[in-house]
């Protein structure tokens, strides 16, 4: 007797994977058509305009709709209005294209759909999975005596570090057990130090942690934005002279706005002197290790006793795939949990490892295999010299910046993101705080108009107060001559806005508010659908 729901679910039947096979051929052909085949980085659909269109249809209708008609209708309504990752001038974020061969890996994992908590759920996976976790603190520096877990990303692995050294913490200084009795009362002493450009899960996570975002102190950079060292040493002195408890160093290498690294040898000796827990957040950097050039600006990670590394950054995964690694597996065991449907004894006691023991999650996917199937296909080299492509075409948008009087290079690149900002025409009579303000508000503009028209996807960030734009160069299809352009457009529009701007200005002299009207000419430029 066959399931009336057979049709709906891939199996040996010819019928099933005929239904299969059309619904990802579809799904590929849609994908070809309007993301990858698109003109620009973004549609320049304006939102009001998709919510219309999303409003149309009911989330649930009553009666469902043929897969090739829907996938046909997510296409166009859905997918053609994405952010193109792919695309040479989507340089926003820290988002990267997603490398074929991961797309493949992609459709294997979900269509598996293995859960990684327990053996019986992933026989393979499990194995593999450690095996590469293996390799991944190998190629860190760690020893044997280590081991890591693939986690959904960096804030996933930043809260375990933290989640680790503060349960490692209590043990040591007072013999508590946190995962049992909650926090100690000495608990409103801890303190977390990390550098004020550390990126702000390093707080999440104390929050989430029950030590609240007190508990982080922020430590001053230098001109590079890399951890003052002997700033951290004086804090440090001075938590312990005022009583607190000073437990975990979090090092950055590869900060979320300037790629910078902190000084993780000096860093290491702070934590040593201290009894820190060192964590040490490569989820930008840690990409380096693989390149022939730039790994030695990771020396010292491997004094961590944890490290976080992203592989949706630069190592072109498809979102989701991160990884947490321990230097001493067994502190592991602070955040072992024992689920007797998880992990049997009679497993472990037949060597069956089940990884819900190190995870804080529960059902995870198999995303290790997208990363080991990317490893095998393009091998150390080639994907070392991708990443020093992405170095190199930062250096060179540098390079066009720091000649462009029209432009203001902030600081060279560390690694591969480039901050800069437009310089605008002087206004006589101008203070140089409303001067300030004006590019300010010039810098946010352009970058919203850069978007309308559908020409790139830029970042704004804000550096010592004021608003600076951003490339995040993570694309290998970026090219010197693609930032050259874009820059130019930057230019242009600076020029177009800044012009209204300071006819505005002149105009409201002597009003209190300065704003810029130009919201009219990018809602004329967004593209209605
Ligand atoms: C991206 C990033 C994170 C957060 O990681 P997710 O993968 O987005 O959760 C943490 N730290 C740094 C330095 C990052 O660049």
């Not at 149309?56 to 043929?66: I, K, L, Q, R, Y």
């Not at 850069?450 to 694309?475: M, P, Q, S």
Request: proline residues 5%; negative net charge.
């Amino acid at each position: 007797m066959s399931s009336p729901y057979d049709r709906l679910f891939l199996h040996g039947s010819e019928d099933s994977q005929e239904e299969y096979r059309q619904a990802m051929n579809r799904a590929m052909d849609v994908l070809i058509r309007d993301f990858a085949s698109a003109p620009g980085p973004y549609s320049g659909a304006d939102p009001q305009s998709l919510l219309r269109v999303y409003r149309e249809v009911p989330v649930c209708p009553e009666d469902g709709a043929p897969i090739d008609a829907l996938i046909e209708r997510i296409g166009t309504t859905v997918v053609r209005h994405s952010a193109v990752v792919t695309d040479p001038a989507c340089i926003a974020h820290l988002h990267c294209p997603p490398l074929s061969v991961s797309l493949a890996a992609e459709a294997l994992v979900s269509g598996t759909n293995q859960s990684m908590d327990s053996w019986d759920q992933s026989m393979s996976g499990t194995l593999l999975e450690e095996r590469i976790t293996a390799w991944l603190c190998g190629i860190f520096g760690y020893d044997p005596g280590s081991d890591g877990v693939f986690t959904s990303g960096g804030t996933q692995s930043n809260f375990m570090g933290l989640l680790l050294a503060r349960n490692h913490f209590a043990k040591r200084q007072w013999g508590w057990d946190i995962q049992r009795k909650g926090l100690p009362p000495e608990a409103s002493r801890m303190r977390i130090l990390c550098s004020e450009a550390a990126h702000f899960t390093v707080k999440q996570s104390a929050a989430l942690l029950g030590l609240g975002e007190q508990t982080v102190v922020t430590v001053p950079v230098d001109s590079r934005h890399r951890m003052r060292a002997d700033a951290a040493a004086e804090i440090l002195a001075s938590l312990t002279a005022e009583g607190l408890l000073p437990f975990a160093l979090v090092a950055t290498a590869g900060t979320t706005d300037f790629g910078s690294i902190d000084p993780l040898r000096e860093l290491a000796g702070l934590a040593r002197t201290y009894g820190l827990w060192l964590h040490a957040d490569a989820a930008y950097g840690g990409a380096l290790v693989l390149s022939d050039t730039y790994a030695v600006r990771l020396r010292g990670l491997e004094l961590a006793d944890s490290i976080t590394v992203d592989f949706h950054k630069m190592f072109y995964q498809p979102i989701s795939c991160g990884a947490f690694l321990l230097k001493e597996r067994r502190y592991f065991d602070y955040i072992r949990l024992n689920a007797d449907y998880l992990n049997p004894e009679e497993d472990e006691d037949h060597g069956i490892p089940n990884l819900v023991t190190k995870s804080v999650q529960t059902t995870r996917r198999f995303d290790a295999l997208k990363l080991y199937m990317s490893l095998q296909h393009l091998g150390r080299r080639a994907f070392g010299e991708m990443i020093d492509f992405t170095v190199e075409t930062a250096r060179a948008t540098a390079r066009f910046i720091r000649q462009d009087p029209q432009l203001e290079l902030i600081g060279e690149p560390e690694m591969n993101a480039v901050v800069f900002r437009y310089v605008p025409p002087a206004v006589p009579g101008e203070t140089e705080e409303e001067a300030g303000l004006r590019a300010d508000l010039l810098h946010t503009e352009i970058r919203a108009q850069l978007l309308a028209e559908g020409r790139a996807v830029v970042a704004r960030t804000r550096v010592k107060g004021r608003v600076c734009l951003k490339f995040t160069l993570l694309n290998p299809r970026t090219t010197a001559e693609h930032t050259a352009g874009i820059l130019q457009e930057v230019k242009r529009i600076g020029g177009m806005l800044g012009r209204t701007a300071a006819r505005s200005q002149a105009a409201k002299k002597g009003t209190e508010s300065l704003t810029i009207d130009t919201s009219n000419g990018a809602k004329k430029k967004a593209r209605a659908i």
